[in-house]
């Protein structure tokens, strides 16, 4: 017990110092998820061996990995799903798919049909759950950006998790496993269709969770608990993927409760999960990685990484100019959704410890995957940079133009070159002030409202110039006045 509770308290240190590392970064474009995973992994066995694991911490991690897709089922809206942009997001997954698979193959990696299926759904996933508070805190919510991830982004969990269910479970057939998930999927419908009714048929049993919902009882929460231990115990014994067991309790739960007490009770879920047990199933799952397997191939780790972002990254831009409701997306918001809905790491470390656990993939394979993720939400910071300076050259416009006018290519560079200046000092003033009440704006996150810190700050613009004309009327009457005053 002692040993167990020395290791608990230096795996919160490591969160607590990971979490004050990821604020000291201006904008804070690094998740704080990249330190858990790689302060997890050096202090693991593989590296300095301070950390290691334990029946009781692995069954923490397993309940943090259920918090944290509990949050994300309950974040699905069957509405934004089954819409016309979840169906596009469901076709740009698929596509992401095919392209990942035929990407697996190609390599020559050697893994069963089992192990190419995990290792292609790890290409092509995006850490939804993850996504949401960081889009509340970054004021992106309600944005044409923030739709892009509602919908494709949330495809981008869901069906990567429904897959696994189905190519790992070794203990069945694939028809099996898929009569099995129906059934799972059949009661989810069910109760969101019945929401209603499923309360009132609770009788008693349901007013009084309603009515201790804010006492020291907190029924509502320890019925969620039990709701999501039991789904995952369900899911243990019928050998089903974990992560789709707390999916459905998320989602039963958002159409079990009203909305505004669903809104009330998975604030307590979060601060319980992201305070405790979603930090410790990162750190804990970040253990097996090791950085000898990951060191000896770099060729191949160059290669995941430019994968994770050629296979996902680039069909969602390119979903997001075909579709007709994305299409008169400004470039930055694209781009920015684009890159949003490649942060996976999140999801990839669940997705390989179940791989693993399948046998599915080798532990050395599962190390240079997580690696390669982390590597990734490391160097989307750089792209969205260079994509933000790029987008204000306008550097097509700038290349027509001296094109077609020659003799004017000094004069199209200054102008070009100004346009870029003038988007720096934005992004910095804007930056400044958001600051000042608290937000940090990353470069991802400017692109995302850049047309409407644009419009705001021509706004701001407009007012001041309109106070200054009227302040030089007051001063010209002032004047007139003078001189009629002076007049004899």
């Known amino acids: 017990m002692a040993e167990q509770l020395t290791i608990l308290a230096t795996m919160l240190a490591l969160v607590v110092c990971s979490s004050f590392l990821a604020s000291l970064i201006p904008g804070r474009p690094i998740p704080e998820v990249v330190f858990f995973v790689v302060a997890g ?70 893994l069963s049909p089992a192990g190419t299926a995990a290792f292609a759904i790890a290409l092509t996933t995006t850490a939804y759950g993850t996504l949401v508070p960081v889009m509340r805190d970054r004021q992106l ?37 898929v009569g099995v998930l129906l059934g799972f999927l059949v009661l989810c419908v069910i109760v969101a269709v019945q929401g209603q009714r499923a309360r009132a048929w609770g009788g008693r049993l349901a007013r009084w969770v309603a009515d201790n919902a804010e006492t020291s009882s907190q029924a509502t929460l320890r019925a969620t608990l039990l709701l999501l231990v039991g789904l995952l115990a369900l899911a243990a014994v019928l050998d089903l993927d974990a992560v789709l067991a707390a999916f459905a309790a998320g989602f039963i739960l958002r159409h079990v409760l009203p909305d505004e007490s669903g809104a009330r009770l998975i604030e307590k879920v979060e601060v319980m999960g992201n305070g405790f047990l979603v930090p410790v199933f990162f750190v804990y799952s970040a253990m097996g990685i090791n950085f000898a397997a990951v060191g000896a191939n770099p060729a191949l780790l160059a290669t995941f990484v430019g994968l994770l972002l050629l296979v996902r990254a680039l069909p969602v831009g390119v979903c997001l100019q075909l579709f007709c409701e994305t299409r008169a997306m400004p470039v ?26 399948a046998g599915a993939m080798s532990d050395a394979m599962a190390s240079v995957l997580v690696t390669a993720g982390a590597i990734t939400v490391l160097v989307i910071p750089v792209i969205t940079n260079v994509s933000r300076v790029a987008i204000a050259a ?95």
């Not at 923030?146 to 069906?159: D, N, P, R």
């Open 141 to 177: 919510t309600g944005t044409a950006v923030g739709g892009v991830i509602e919908s494709y982004g949330a495809m981008g969990e869901l069906l990567p998790v429904v897959a696994m269910s189905v190519m790992l479970s070794p203990q069945r057939s694939m028809a099996a496993n």
């Open 41 to 110: 992994a050096v202090m693991g066995p593989n590296c300095l061996g301070v950390i290691h694991e334990t029946a009781g911490l692995a069954l923490l991690s397993r309940l943090g990995m259920g918090v944290l897709f509990l949050i994300a089922g309950y974040e699905l809206d069957l509405r934004e799903l089954t819409g016309r942009a979840g169906r596009h997001g469901a076709v740009c997954w698929a596509v992401c798919m095919a392209l990942a698979t035929a990407a697996t193959l190609a390599l020559g990696l050697g």
């Open 394 to 488: 306008r550097p097509i416009q700038a290349a027509h133009q001296i094109a077609e006018h020659p003799e004017t290519a000094r004069e199209v560079l200054i102008e070009h070159r100004e346009n870029v200046r003038e988007a720096a000092e934005l992004f910095h003033d804007e930056r400044v002030a958001l600051r000042e009440r608290g937000v940090r704006l990353s470069a991802a996150d400017f692109l995302a409202q850049a047309e409407h810190i644009r419009r705001e700050h021509h706004e701001d613009l407009r007012r001041i110039n309109a106070h200054s004309r009227e302040e030089l009327e007051q001063i010209r009457e002032r004047r007139r006045d003078e001189r009629d005053a002076r007049r004899p």
């Open 332 to 357: 930055g918001e694209k781009v920015a959704a684009s890159l949003y809905c490649t942060m996976a790491l999140p999801l990839i470390v669940a997705l390989t410890e179940a791989a693993t656990g």
